[in-house]
């Protein structure tokens, strides 16, 4: 399930009073883990021990939807992606939050297609679609067109 990371998950260099740092990719990890899956095979805690020790995932989850961190886009299995003007997320010691922002200059990232491929992509399916071979074909289409990266627009 969970092959080599090169991204970093955790802010370099946090303050004394930060307990638990997420970056983009810490947090885009964190939202990867919101399927039964993960959950029921045991692969949650020891991923959350390696990068959090300490943390609950439940807990973080939770943390981060009330720091406001997520934005409901229904593209994904969970239906949430980073909001656009997150650059990483604080845990104090004290049990409040920091959002740090990403500066005005500078966007969000867009996700690699290796990155857009941890988690499901949602298709919205109308029910007659499933009715011909013609409709099969658009169900096919349209699911591997939301496959596709998306391209920054210029």
């Known amino acids: ?5 090169t991204e970093q998950l955790i802010p370099d260099n946090l303050p004394d009073d ?6 983009r990719a810490g947090l885009a990890r964190l939202r990867h883990y919101a399927h039964p899956i993960p959950h029921g095979r045991g692969f949650v805690k020891p991923f959350m021990e390696g990068e959090w020790p300490g943390l609950d995932w439940h807990r973080a989850m939770r943390i981060a939807s009330e720091a406001g961190v997520w934005v409901r ?14 650059k990483e997320l604080h845990i104090l010691h004290d049990g409040t939050v920091r959002v740090i922002e990403l500066p005005p200059d500078e966007q969000a990232p867009t996700p690699t297609p290796a990155e857009r491929l941890h988690g499901a992509v949602l298709v919205e399916v109308p029910p007659p679609v499933l009715s011909d071979e013609e409709s099969l074909r658009d169900l096919a289409r349209a699911i591997l067109e939301a496959m596709q990266p998306r391209q920054n627009p210029q």
Do not use: K, N
């Open 1 to 5: 399930m969970e092959e080599a990371m």
């Open 18 to 23: 930060v307990r638990w740092g997420f970056t």
């Open 73 to 86: 886009t229904g593209r994904t299995y969970t239906g949430l992606e980073e909001a656009p003007h997150v």
